[in-house]
C-alpha cells in the first residue's frame, strides 16, 4: 500500500492476574482488566479487543499512536459493520408502519363485518 499504508495484523491483549484477580495488558498498552471491571486507553477494547502492541505482522510504527489509531478505527469500523447488519435484520423482521397501518385497515375491515353478522344473528334469534 502506498506511503506506508500496509495493513498490519494485531493480536489479542494478553494478562498476567494479580492476587485480586486484576491484571494489566503484558504489551504495556495501557489497558488492564479484573473480575468486574475492565479499562484502558479511550477507544480500546481491553477484554475482546486488539491490542496495539501486539503486533503479529509488520513493524511498529515511528510514530506511536499510528498503531493505537489503527486498532481503534477496525474497532470502530467493525461496530459500523455490527449496527447495518442489526438494521439490515430489523427491516426483515419489523414492518414498516405503512404495512402496519394497512393490516389495522384490514382487520377493521373484518371486524365491522363480523359486528354486523353477529347483530343480524341477534335478530334472527329474536325473533324465533
Known amino acids: 500500500m502506498p506511503n506506508g499504508c500496509e495493513r498490519k495484523e494485531y493480536g489479542p491483549h494478553s494478562y498476567l ?5 486484576t491484571g494489566d495488558c503484558t504489551y504495556g498498552c495501557g ?6 471491571r475492565s479499562g484502558g486507553p479511550l477507544g480500546l477494547d481491553p477484554i475482546h479487543g486488539l ?7 509488520g513493524e511498529p510504527s ?7 489509531e489503527a486498532v481503534v478505527m477496525r474497532r470502530i469500523e467493525a461496530l459500523e459493520l455490527r449496527a447495518y447488519k442489526a438494521e439490515e435484520a430489523l427491516k ?14 384490514k382487520a377493521k ?20
Open 17 to 21: 492476574k494479580e492476587n485480586d484477580g
Open 31 to 36: 489497558c488492564w482488566a479484573g473480575p468486574s
Open 51 to 57: 491490542c496495539p502492541k501486539n503486533l503479529l505482522e
Open 62 to 68: 515511528e510514530d506511536e499512536n499510528h498503531d493505537y
Open 92 to 105: 426483515k423482521v419489523a414492518p414498516d408502519k405503512l404495512e402496519l397501518a394497512r393490516q389495522l385497515e
Open 109 to 128: 375491515k373484518e371486524l365491522a363485518i363480523y359486528k354486523v353478522t353477529v347483530e343480524r344473528t341477534k335478530i334472527i334469534l329474536g325473533s324465533i
